[in-house]
């Protein structure tokens, strides 16, 4: 577990089944990577999303939109980032992250 008391998500979701996963994943991504100064939060979150939209990963993409709006990202934005990226990633995978950002922004309105 990290220094909080409350869990990461990726300890509540591999936790004791795969404890060098959620290690990689709190200590180097969000740990190292994320606070580098060469990017903003802001881009990292822009280029994360595009990223998971164009590998047609829908299942990490709630957690990053959501990152993304704390990190100052519009839901606007995030819109028509999907929008663009229809053209490049493949519609089905547009509207499948659509799908996701739709479910997550309804819900948090």
């Given at each position: 577990m990290t220094?909080?008391?409350?869990?990461?998500?990726?300890e509540r979701m591999?936790?004791?089944f795969a404890p060098a996963l959620v290690a990689f994943t709190?200590?180097?991504?969000?740990?190292?990577?994320?606070p580098r100064r060469e990017l903003s939060p802001r881009?990292?979150?822009l280029v994360t999303v595009a990223s998971l939209?164009?590998?047609?990963?829908?299942?990490?993409?709630?957690?990053?939109?959501?990152?993304?709006?704390?990190n100052g990202v519009t839901?606007?934005?995030?819109?028509?980032?999907?929008?663009h990226l229809a053209f490049y990633a493949g519609w089905p995978?547009?509207?499948s992250a659509m799908a996701v950002a739709k479910r997550l922004f309804r819900e948090d309105a």
């Open positions: 220094e909080s008391s409350e869990p990461t998500g990726a591999f936790g004791d709190d200590d180097v991504l969000f740990g190292q990577v994320w881009d990292r979150s939209v164009t590998s047609g990963s829908a299942e990490q993409l709630g957690h990053h939109l959501g990152r993304a709006r704390q839901e606007e934005e995030l819109v028509e980032a999907i929008t995978r547009a509207m």
